[in-house]
C-alpha cells in the first residue's frame, strides 16, 4: 500500500475554520449556542508543541485502525490519523497517544510486537509515523507511542530463535521454567486472560510464561540485554519524533525471579483479582520494576524535547500508584510522569464513590504527581454504556467531571461526542481475542473498538472499503452531525476544553470536595465549583456566575441559586 499524502477525504471545515475563544461560552448570551462559535481565536494559530502540553492540556487516545481508513483496506491507517489532526485540534485536544503501530500477527492486535522498530503495514510506513508526528507538531499536538514490553508476539524473532533450543542465543529473552515433578507448570500464575499463564513447549522440554494469550510470551527483565533493547527501542522512536509513551503493561514487566506462587485471593479483594483466584504479588507489581523505569526516565530527560512516561498502571492500591512517579528529589519525579489511575473509571456513576476516591488520589499522591483520569479506553466498556446505561441526558455531566479534576484529562475517540458501545459483535465475525472465552466476566472488547463515526457515508466515512469491525451507525450520531448541531456534545466538549485552557484553576489548583447536597458531586477549586447532580433529584445549590452548564440554556446566566436537574452540572464563578 502507499500512503504518500494525507487522503483528500477530509470532510472537516478547512483548518482556519472559527472556533469558540477560551471563556466565550460565559460570556455568550444564555440560550444562543450558535453565538458561541464565531469568535475566531488568535491563540490557536499553529504552533510548535508547547512545554507542558502534556499537564495542561486534554489528551486523546486514538484507536487507529478504527479512527480513518484512507486506503480502502477497511483498517485505519497514519495518514487517517494525520487527516483528521484538524477536527482534534479543533476539538482543543494537546496530545494523542494511539495504540500500537508496530508490526504484528495480530493475535492481540498490536499487543503482540514482532518487530518493535517497524511500522505495521496496514497502518502504513516509517514515513507516514515520520509525517504524522510532524504534521502533529505543527498544529500543536504532541504524540505519545505505545512501547509494549511486558511480551513480545510468538513471531517475534527473539522468540522464534528462543524457541530452537535450550541454548539459543535468545533463549533468556523469556521466562521459561522446568515442570514440577507431576508435570505440571512450574506455579500457580494465571494469565490475566484466563487459564494457566505457562504454556508447554515440547520440543525444548520447559514451560513459557505468558501473562496474556499463549501468543504472547513474557520477556525476562532479569536479562540485561532486554534493557539494552527496549533503550534502543525508546531511542528509534524518539529518533522519529514521538513526544512520549505510553508503557503497557508497566507495572508487571519485571517478575519475581524465583517464581513463587501468588497467594490466594480473599474475599474482601475486588473483582477482578476474585476472578482469577489470587493477588498477583509475584506475577507483577515487584519493586524491581521502578529500576526499569528510573533508567527509561533518565534516558528521556537526556533527549532535548524531553518525551514523556506515562504507565498503564493497572494497580488498585493507590500508594503503589503513587510509587510509580518516583522521587520528588528537588524537581519532576524521576520515574513515569503520569501514571493511570483506573479506580476512578472503575467505580459506579455515584457521588459517594467518586468523591471518596478523588479525596484518596488527592491526600496519596505527592505534590509533583500529575494525576491523569479517564472515562473510557480500548480494553472495557464505554462510559455512556458502562456508566450511563446508553442515557445521552447524562454524557455532559460525565465529561464535566472528567475535565474538572486537578491534573491531565484523557478522552477514548468518540467520547466527545457521547458514543456508547457499538452492538455486540456475533461470535463467528469477532476478532477480540477475549471473545472467545478466556476469563469468565471479562467480555468482548471489539464493541468499544468500532470505527468511528465521521458522517453518513457508507460505514460512516470510516472506509470505503468493508470495515475490520463494523461502524457505528451514523443515524445516531457522527462527527458531522455534531459539528453542524450547536448544541451538540462535540461542541460541549470543545467549549469545555476552551474553558479549562481559559481557567487553569480548573485543572491545577488543588481541590476541596464539600457536601452541598446529597448525591451531588462537587469538585471546587479556588472560586470555581464544578457540580454534577448525580442524585436522581432535582438539587438547589448556592448561585454564582455559569461558566458553562450541562444545559447550554444556563451558560453565562447570573442566578442566585443554581437549579440542577438530574445528570446535569455547571461550572459556577461563586460570587
Ligand atoms: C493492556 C492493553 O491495553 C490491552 O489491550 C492488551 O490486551 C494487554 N495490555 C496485553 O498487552
Redesign the pocket.
Known sequence: MSHLRPPTRETDPAATATRVRPGASAAAPAGDPAARTTAPDPAWAPEALRPGWWRDGVLYQVYPRSFLDTDGDGHGDLPGVAARLPYLRRLGVSGIWM?PITASPDA??G?DVSDYLAVHPDFGTSEDARELFAQAHEQGVGVLHDV?P??TSDRHPWFVDACSSRDARFRDFYVWADARPDGSPPNNWVS?FGGPAWRWHAPTGQYYLHN?TPR?PDLNWWDPRVRRAFRTILRHWTGLGVDGFRI??CQAIVKDRELRDNPPATAEDRTNVRLRGQRPVYSMNRPEVHDVLRDWRALVDRHPRRPILLG?TNTHDLQALSRYYGAAGAGPGSELHMAFNFRFMGQPYEAGPLRSIVAETERVLPAHAQPVWTLS???GSRYVTRWLGGDQRRVRGALLLLMSLRGTAMLYYGDELGLGDAPPVPLADARDPLAHGGLPGKDS?DPCRAPMPWDDAPHAGFTTGTPWLPAHDPRVTSVAAQERDPDSHLRFTTDLIALRRARPELHRAPMELPVLADGVLTLRRGPLDCHVNLSGTDVRLPGGHVLLATDRADDGTTPDALRLAPWQGAVVERR
Do not use: I
Request: glycine share 0%; hydrophobic share 30%.
Open positions: 495504540t492481540d492486535w499487543y509494549v511486558n511480551h490475566m496474556f504472547q503497557d503493561v498503564e479506553n480500548h480494553d472488547r
